[in-house]
């Protein structure tokens, strides 16, 4: 069932589709992991804005120094998002309930001061119980499917889903990954072409549901040059890209992840009236 179970292909509980009516939602992420990751981030928001689209950066707090205000700055005015992946990226988040609660007040200092939109788990590891504790609008902690991940319990759904608080009537966004990162596909598998993003994406299209793509640019090779071990070109990223606008233009809703949860938010609220 993997990259395409067809049973995660049903809209959940009232859902009333995308705005303006549109056929299916794009929305792009990144992971910065590393030092090396983190000094190619303006370089991948110029390609992406030169091709007309927005992201969301995810920035892990405590692992690579301090991460510049000025270059958060910088994409917040070219229209990018910002995000906390995690805290230190070891590994350990989830590993229990203790670490979680001691890590949950530097990650809510984060998001504050950073003005983040949300959080990304770090090698999608996840309880979904215990990120009720974080002050968020939306996650990205799960998948529809892959096998391939370290926790590989799927979500079963390209559509978002609703995380009840546990007080109030409030809530969080979970939208679940929907198509294989770029390191599982490209690193890991080895596969030298997007066809297999390409399917997906035309197959999410079909069904109404929603594209996440979360790459990261400590993998992408931007030159010839810097291509080496444990990497793949850009212009697999940019030729997919591509390959969206072209086909599918005016057809998506294309958003930031926080504009996603943003949307199904309102049609809980609506459905509670």
Same mark, same amino acid.
């Given at each position: =069932?993997?990259?395409?179970?067809?049973?995660?292909?049903?809209?959940?509980?009232?859902?009333? /589709?995308?705005? #303006? /009516?549109?056929?299916?939602?794009?929305? &792009?992420?990144?992971?910065? $992991?590393?030092?090396?990751?983190?000094?190619?981030?303006?370089?991948?928001?110029? +390609?992406?804005?030169?091709?007309?689209?927005?992201?969301?950066?995810?920035?892990?707090?405590?692992?690579?120094?301090?991460?510049?205000?000025?270059? =958060?700055?910088?994409?917040?005015?070219?229209?990018? /998002?910002? !995000?906390?992946h995690g805290l230190?990226?070891?590994?350990?988040?989830?590993?229990? *309930?203790?670490?979680?609660?001691?890590?949950?007040?530097?990650?809510?200092?984060?998001?504050k001061r950073w003005?983040?939109?949300?959080?990304?788990?770090?090698? =999608?590891?996840?309880?979904? $119980?215990?990120?009720?504790?974080?002050?968020?609008?939306?996650?990205?902690?799960?998948?529809?499917?892959?096998?391939? $991940?370290? @926790?590989?319990?799927?979500?079963?759904?390209?559509?978002?889903?609703?995380?009840?608080? *546990?007080?109030? !009537?409030?809530? +969080?966004?979970?939208?679940?990954?929907?198509?294989?990162?770029?390191?599982?596909?490209?690193?890991? &598998?080895?596969?030298?072409?997007?066809?297999?993003?390409?399917?997906?994406?035309?197959?999410?299209?079909?069904?109404?549901? =929603?594209?996440?793509?979360?790459?990261?640019?400590?993998?992408?090779?931007?030159?010839?040059?810097? #291509?080496?071990?444990?990497?793949?070109?850009?212009?697999?990223?940019?030729?997919?890209? !591509?390959?969206?606008?072209?086909?599918? @233009?005016?057809?998506?809703?294309?958003?930031?992840?926080?504009?996603?949860?943003?949307?199904?938010?309102?049609?809980?609220?609506?459905?509670? *009236?």
């Amino acid at each position: =069932m993997w990259p395409i179970d067809p049973s995660t292909s049903k809209p959940p509980e009232g859902w009333t /589709g995308w705005p #303006e /009516g549109k056929r299916f939602a794009l929305s &792009l992420s990144h992971d910065v $992991e590393s030092a090396k990751g983190y000094g190619r981030v303006l370089d991948l928001a110029r +390609i992406e804005q030169g091709l007309g689209f927005r992201s969301t950066f995810n920035f892990v707090p405590e692992a690579y120094g301090t991460i510049s205000p000025e270059i =958060m700055r910088t994409l917040k005015t070219m229209g990018f /998002g910002i !995000g906390v992946h995690g805290l230190k990226h070891d590994g350990k988040l989830f590993l229990s *309930r203790r670490i979680f609660d001691a890590r949950v007040p530097r990650i809510n200092h984060y998001l504050k001061r950073w003005g983040a939109e949300g959080f990304s788990s770090p090698s =999608m590891h996840h309880n979904l $119980e215990w990120l009720k504790d974080l002050k968020i609008e939306y996650s990205i902690s799960t998948f529809d499917t892959d096998p391939f $991940e370290p @926790q590989p319990d799927a979500s079963g759904t390209i559509f978002p889903i609703w995380i009840p608080a *546990r007080e109030n !009537g409030d809530g +969080i966004v979970e939208l679940p990954l929907t198509m294989p990162q770029d390191f599982t596909l490209f690193v890991i &598998l080895r596969e030298e072409t997007n066809k297999i993003w390409k399917e997906k994406l035309d197959w999410i299209a079909r069904k109404g549901g =929603m594209v996440i793509l979360n790459t990261h640019p400590d993998y992408m090779s931007f030159s010839d040059e810097d #291509e080496i071990a444990y990497s793949y070109p850009i212009r697999l990223y940019t030729d997919f890209i !591509g390959y969206v606008k072209e086909k599918y @233009q005016g057809k998506f809703y294309n958003a930031k992840p926080k504009d996603l949860a943003a949307h199904y938010r309102r049609q809980i609220i609506a459905r509670k *009236r």
